[in-house]
């Protein structure tokens, strides 16, 4: 009598494998583990935005992108979905009933460090330099094509998770920036920066006296040539040095360079 074999096919799913076996039959069991392998690698993508449609467009986008995506359509319930689910990255409208999505972008930033993408239709500079200026890393202006989204989303997930390669650590003067952790401190104390303000800083400081314009520092913290305001570069500049600088109006490391952009100091 030969020995029988029986499967339990699963599909194509990624799957754990168990074998039990006598002297007459082999059992072979496979077990399916996909969606927990899912929710270990997935980036999680909370959607702040009160036009139904386009959260189910920009939801389609994400998920066939392989990101796991929550939603809210209040600020307020936006921002307690926040709090509860602490997603990978926020994209916020900041026309919102409940709260306002600048008051939303606030609390998180005073709260936390979560990624933030403004998605806003307000198309006065003030109101996307006041977003930036509260900690926000990038914005899009409706109407936008879902496509940049999930790459302006790639690529400041890829800035937030700090998977660069060898361990380097820039000592300048009373600041320390650890290039693999994503920190810095200065004079021992660290400092609260954002993933853009951080990508500004490290770019300069790893070349002191060497000018930057705004839009090499641009393609440098989003990582791809979009088309950007040049003046969002202003807006971080100003929380940089609010931060680093003991006077940020006579800045001791970051300069400006007329009618260039700016540079970091030798010192």
Same mark, same amino acid.
């Given at each position: 009598?030969?020995?029988?074999?029986?499967? !339990?096919?699963?599909g194509r799913s990624f799957a754990?494998?168990?074998?039990? +076996?006598?002297?007459?039959?082999? &059992?072979?069991? #496979?077990?399916?583990?996909?969606?927990?392998?899912?929710?270990? !690698?997935?980036?999680?993508?909370?959607?702040?935005?009160?036009?139904?449609?386009?959260?189910?467009?920009?939801?389609?986008?994400?998920?066939?992108?392989?990101?796991?995506?929550?939603? $809210?359509?209040? @600020?307020?319930? @936006?921002?307690?979905?926040?709090? &509860?689910?602490?997603?990978?990255?926020?994209?916020?409208?900041?026309?919102?009933?409940?709260?306002?999505?600048?008051?939303v972008a606030r609390e998180i930033?005073?709260?936390?460090?979560?990624?933030?993408?403004?998605?806003?239709?307000?198309?006065?500079?003030?109101?996307?330099?006041?977003?930036?200026?509260?900690?926000?890393?990038?914005?899009? !202006?409706?109407?936008?094509?879902?496509?940049?989204?999930?790459?302006?989303?790639?690529?400041?997930?890829?800035?937030?998770?700090?998977?660069?390669?060898?361990?380097?650590?820039?000592?300048?003067?009373?600041?320390?920036?650890?290039?693999? $952790? +994503?920190?810095?401190?200065?004079?021992?104390?660290?400092?609260?920066?954002t993933p853009t303000e951080f990508? #500004?800083?490290? !770019?300069? $400081?790893?070349?002191?006296?060497?000018?930057?314009?705004?839009?090499?520092?641009?393609?440098?913290?989003?990582?791809?040539?979009?088309?950007? +305001?040049?003046?969002?570069?202003?807006? &971080?500049?100003?929380?940089?040095?609010?931060?680093?600088?003991?006077?940020?109006?006579?800045?001791?490391? #970051?300069?400006?360079?007329?009618?260039?952009? +700016?540079?970091?100091?030798?010192?």
């Amino acid at each position: 009598m030969g020995r029988r074999i029986s499967l !339990t096919n699963v599909g194509r799913s990624f799957a754990s494998l168990r074998m039990t +076996y006598s002297k007459e039959n082999l &059992h072979i069991e #496979i077990s399916k583990t996909s969606d927990v392998f899912k929710k270990k !690698t997935m980036s999680k993508i909370l959607i702040i935005e009160d036009e139904p449609e386009l959260v189910k467009v920009l939801r389609d986008y994400l998920e066939k992108a392989n990101f796991d995506v929550s939603t $809210a359509y209040r @600020g307020d319930t @936006g921002l307690s979905t926040w709090q &509860h689910e602490r997603p990978d990255l926020v994209l916020l409208d900041l026309n919102l009933p409940g709260m306002d999505g600048l008051d939303v972008a606030r609390e998180i930033r005073r709260k936390g460090d979560t990624p933030i993408i403004m998605l806003t239709a307000r198309v006065e500079e003030t109101d996307q330099l006041i977003g930036l200026e509260l900690g926000a890393d990038d914005y899009v !202006t409706k109407p936008f094509s879902p496509r940049v989204v999930v790459a302006k989303v790639r690529a400041v997930l890829r800035r937030s998770a700090a998977e660069t390669s060898p361990t380097q650590v820039l000592r300048i003067a009373d600041l320390e920036i650890d290039m693999d $952790a +994503y920190a810095v401190s200065k004079a021992g104390n660290p400092l609260d920066l954002t993933p853009t303000e951080f990508d #500004i800083l490290s !770019t300069m $400081a790893a070349n002191p006296g060497r000018a930057f314009s705004r839009m090499r520092l641009l393609e440098a913290t989003q990582g791809a040539a979009f088309e950007g +305001y040049e003046r969002t570069i202003d807006a &971080h500049i100003k929380n940089l040095r609010a931060k680093l600088e003991s006077d940020p109006k006579n800045p001791q490391y #970051i300069e400006t360079v007329f009618g260039i952009g +700016y540079r970091f100091a030798r010192q």
